[in-house]
């Protein structure tokens, strides 16, 4: 079976070069880089970039061997499509704009988009007018690149779960937005509101780019080991239900904490369990 395991950023220590995260991606089992945009001043320069910039780092990726196909952009958590601030608002649309065009000269197909209408804000009638407003606008700019979007279910109740992160997806009905789903912040959702979690992610067929594999428990939803004895992230039937709807891009989120100094050992223990998981959903699938 082919498909293809990717390491989150910011799994490896703050500060290091390029090149170094790119040979840790390697020697540690994982098959590509996600970049993160997240709200850091020092991560959202990256979008200002010269294109001249943003190219040079693809072909660092390439002399890794490493692509980068996907980047999670968090930075709409502080900066959403629906704030009531109409600055905020126009900020939003520029770091889509910008994170797109920046996918355009690095060589990324994937924008994972986090699902907020606001986050530091209370949301209303408005927020969700003004979120599905800006986001169709980011539809079409990305349909224009060539980029495709897809939504990170999230912790909040604005979208957490498939059914709607869907009626967004439908709303604005582009080829170019779809879902990137969590399948930890998923199946929290599902013992939240007493559904099966992947009847839920079935709700997505046809709209699933990728999917997040990351460790969670009831009210918890990152920080977490994965195999944690406490956590219950469905992973083999998610993933096999991610293969039957034809995804193969998967990628493990987890975070570095600081003071740990075998971060090495576990961002290889997390590739192997997760290549585990993969290939066990596969071969109950019979690929």
């Not at 500060?15 to 991560?43: L, N, Q, Y």
């Not at 600081?258 to 369990?273: H, Q």
């Amino acid at each position: 079976m082919e498909y293809s395991l990717g390491l989150y950023e910011k799994a490896i220590p703050v500060g290091m070069s390029f090149p170094k995260m790119f040979d840790i991606t390697r020697e540690c089992g994982f098959d590509r880089f996600e970049i993160s945009i997240d709200e850091t001043d020092w991560r959202q320069e990256r979008l200002d970039w010269s294109a001249e910039k943003q190219r040079e780092l693809a072909v660092l990726s390439r002399a890794a061997e490493v692509p980068i196909r996907t980047m999670c952009l968090s930075g709409h958590r502080k900066w959403p499509f629906g704030s009531h601030d109409e600055a905020t608002r126009k900020r939003s649309v520029e770091m889509m704009r910008k994170a797109i065009e920046f996918c355009v000269n690095a060589g990324i197909s994937i924008i994972q988009l986090a699902g907020y209408d606001v986050y530091y804000e209370e949301g209303d009638e408005d927020t969700r007018a003004w979120f599905l407003e800006n986001l169709t606008d980011a539809a079409y700019y990305a349909a224009r690149w060539g980029v495709v979007l897809a939504f990170e279910t999230m912790e909040t109740p604005f979208m957490d779960t498939m059914k709607k992160t869907m009626a967004y997806v439908d709303k604005v009905g582009s080829p170019w937005l779809g879902v990137y789903p969590d399948i930890g912040n998923l199946k929290n959702a599902a013992v939240l509101y007493g559904h099966d979690v992947v009847d839920d992610l079935k709700l997505g067929a046809g709209h699933i780019f990728a999917i997040h594999l990351k460790e969670t428990k009831p009210g918890l939803y990152r920080d977490m080991d994965f195999g944690d004895p406490t956590g219950h992230t469905e992973y083999v039937r998610c993933i096999r239900a991610g293969l039957e709807m034809g995804v193969r891009t998967f990628t493990g989120e987890f975070w570095h904490q600081k003071g740990t100094e075998n971060y090495l050992e576990k961002i290889s223990a997390a590739s192997a369990f997760l290549r585990d998981k993969i290939e066990t959903a596969g071969k109950e699938l019979g690929i």
